[in-house]
């Protein structure tokens, strides 16, 4: 999809401080919707929500503007909940069936784990050849994923692959490894070959 894609209709809150462009309402927080999200290069996500009090439409809110729990909910900042600016304006969201609702623990800046619940996937990539790339989406060590996690402390967070842990109580141990990987830097590309060639044995007879 191009520039917004349809979200899951996610029941939550958002603070109402985003509502009066952060002059007033802090504290406060009116039931809303998820709708759309959209995706602009070099800005955090982008998030429209329906305001049910209302029946408004309200768009262009940052993930740290909802939590799903208002009784003392989390305050960690925007750069904490989604560490990377969107890639592009091409994007696909999509619930991995094999980690749908699955406990989650996300490593954030202050070296601290989150726990919380996957729901959903964001990723992005160039989809149009006769258009100049001049994003870094398919680089390989470049691109990220964002990954939507509902944390237990009652804000969402965005976070690519490897800064999240998934736990499924029938695949994975109790005690878990630390990864120590590195970041993939290829390209793998299957017709680079040059001993091997289709071509050589066509015929039209």
């Not at 070296?111 to 100049?132: R, V």
């Not at 999240?164 to 990864?179: A, C, H, I, M, R």
């Amino acid at each position: 999809m191009y520039l917004i894609a349809n979200l899951p209709p996610v029941r939550c809150y958002v603070r109402k401080e985003y509502l009066y462009d952060l002059e007033k309402g802090q504290g406060e927080y009116e039931p809303c919707i998820w709708i759309s999200v959209k995706s602009i290069k070099g800005k955090a996500l982008y998030i429209e929500a329906m305001l049910l009090n209302y029946g408004a439409v309200y768009d262009k809110l940052p993930i740290s503007a909802f939590v799903h729990q208002t009784d003392a909910p989390g305050d960690l900042p925007l750069d904490f909940l989604q560490i990377w600016d969107a890639f592009s304006y091409n994007i696909t969201v999509l619930e991995k069936a094999s980690l749908s609702k699955l406990r989650a623990k996300v490593l954030m800046k202050d070296s601290n784990l989150y726990e919380g619940t996957y729901m959903f996937t964001i990723d992005s990539c160039h989809s149009d050849p006769n258009e100049l790339d001049v994003s870094l989406s398919q680089t390989p060590d470049e691109h990220k994923s964002f990954n939507i996690i509902k944390l237990d402390n009652g804000q969402f967070c965005a976070q690519p692959n490897n800064r999240v842990l998934f736990f499924d109580q029938s695949l994975t141990p109790g005690g878990v490894k630390v990864p120590d990987f590195k970041v993939s830097t290829h390209e793998f590309i299957c017709e680079q070959s040059d001993k091997w060639s289709a071509g050589e044995g066509w015929s039209y007879e």
